[in-house]
């Protein structure tokens, strides 16, 4: 059995394997509670109501089967080292190509939208202009990654932990209010009081699982940390088996219980919900507290953002899809000019969000907004065409496997390709989808010129699979 192109031919330098698992399960974790939940879910709550549990529900779902795809095809065919190159196994070149590079364009738009998020709350405690304090804090991430893959992984660690921990005593507390401790009344009556449960229908909840998978999506860059992980196989299957399950039960969790104790009509967009409710239980200081995660929360996306974005450019000028220079290795096995790279379109971003707001970097983030749903979809059509090749030759392989294979890889295809449509019909979100095109658009118009290139010149990329079978590609 072949599997053609995942991994290069040409000898290049061995990332270092210093992570543990305990990093791995934490940025896996770390990964997905991110802004978008403390903050971000205001808009979800004021446009569905109470039933926006459902869409996080729904979105997580989603979610938690690509997770298990990657599972799958991540134990099947060991040592790919990044999760967008099963789109190159199992759909060919071009797949690989845009995935990387969409995936990487994604994150370095992260980096950028999170260092102005977290200079905007420093700037409460600190009298400096918000570009000022976005660039220092890029650059002290960007050094935390320059150190070491264990400097990356000990801070991800802590502030996912911090996360986590924020999230389960909020779920205590307000889990103990909602059964009556500390008031009198049924705070549960704000499920129904305000228009009912579902006050814009039931359509509005499949409506706002575009924005939400945006929210709940992260969990894949353990996959790629694992790489690095002293047990790449044991850690993705950890992963994939409990992670993703927890973070739904915390989104869900939590956003059941802020409907319950808060009326879904007085959050107002853009404020912190998870305020509303401590503030609503009496919990002193409970702005500062929120605002402190938050910041917790904004820096854990910044340092993952920037590890993400230069391990995928490592991984892509292994495939000589980006300049081999990226592959020289620091002594600590660090993709130093990766990380630099990845920084520096950081910093050109949070320039264009000072300069224009609602120009530049308006159109910037627009066309990353439908790129993770993107490379979800590549990864699922690619899985099954792995899953089909593996169980015609080596089924033995197959020590995890997709649930209900095909019929549940294909409902995560359709799945994928309703939401798509879903932003397609939404005005809102209309400008997201078009500009994800034009990115998706770009990306491939480089893959075609870099193949009429190599032709054109009578070179050959080489790649050997993990079953030691070669492919040769554009070799005259």
């Known amino acids: 059995m072949s599997f053609p192109q995942s991994s290069p031919v040409q000898s290049a330098p061995k990332l270092g394997s210093a992570l543990r698992q305990r990093h791995v399960t934490m940025i896996a974790l770390g990964g997905i509670i991110g802004a978008g939940l403390f903050v971000g ?25 690509v997770m298990r795809m990657l599972g799958e095809m991540a134990l099947a065919v060991p040592g790919v080292g990044s999760f ?33 998020a977290g200079a905007a709350i420093l700037q409460r405690w600190i009298p400096a202009p918000v570009w000022v304090i976005g660039l220092v804090l890029l650059s002290v991430m960007t050094l935390i990654n320059l150190l070491s893959v264990k400097s990356y992984g000990e801070f991800e660690f802590w502030f996912a932990s911090i ?84 973070v739904i039960t915390f989104y869900v969790g939590s956003m059941f219980l802020i409907a319950c104790i808060v009326p879904w009509s007085s959050i107002v967009t853009g404020h912190s919900p998870f305020v509303a409710a401590l503030e609503t239980m009496r919990i002193p ?28 450019l490592f991984r892509l000028a292994e495939r000589d899809d980006a300049p ?61 065409r792995i899953r089909r090749r593996i169980e015609r030759s080596e089924p033995e392989r197959l020590t995890l496997r997709m649930w209900l294979f095909p019929w549940l890889s294909y409902a995560v295809v359709a799945a994928i390709v309703g939401v798509l449509a879903a932003m397609g019909a939404d005005p809102a979100l209309r400008p997201q989808l078009m500009a994800s095109l034009a990115s998706l658009a770009v990306v491939s118009t480089a893959y075609w010129l870099a193949a009429k290139r190599r032709q054109s010149d009578g070179t050959a990329t080489g790649y050997l699979s993990p079953l030691g079978a070669v492919s040769m590609e554009g070799r005259k």
């Not at 549990?53 to 729904?58: A, E, I, R, T």
Request: glycine share 8%; with cysteine.
């Open 84 to 116: 967008t190159e099963y789109a190159r196994i199992g759909l060919g070149n071009w797949a690989g190509f845009t995935s990387g590079w969409l995936y990487w364009y994604f994150w370095v738009i992260v980096v950028a939208v999170e260092a102005v």
């Open 285 to 312: 200081g409970a702005a500062d507290i929120m605002n402190a995660i938050v910041l917790v929360a904004v820096l854990s996306a910044l340092n993952s953002g920037l590890y993400v974005s230069s391990r995928i």
């Open 163 to 246: 996360k986590v921990a924020a999230i389960i005593v909020f779920i205590a507390i307000g889990a103990a209010y909602v059964f009556g401790f500390g008031h009198t009344g049924s705070a549960v009556t704000n499920l129904v009081d305000h228009r009912g449960f579902m006050p814009f229908g039931a359509m509005s909840v499949f409506a706002a699982v575009p924005t939400v998978i945006f929210a709940v999506g992260g969990a894949e860059i353990a996959t790629i940390a694992a790489a690095e992980s002293d047990d790449p196989a044991k850690s993705v299957a950890a992963m994939t088996r409990s992670v993703i399950l927890r």
């Open 324 to 384: 081999r220079a990226l592959l020289k290795l620091t002594p600590h096995k660090v993709p130093r000019l990766a990380v630099l790279l990845s920084s520096v379109v950081g910093y050109l971003a949070i320039v264009a969000a000072i300069v224009s707001p609602q120009g530049v970097f308006l159109f910037l983030v627009n066309a990353s907004g439908a790129v993770m749903l993107f490379v979800y979809l590549t990864t699922a059509c690619a899985q099954i």
């Open 41 to 65: 879910s205001s808009a979800t709550l004021g446009t569905v109501g109470p039933a926006a549990c459902l869409s996080y529900l729904v979105a997580g779902i989603v979610v938690l089967m």
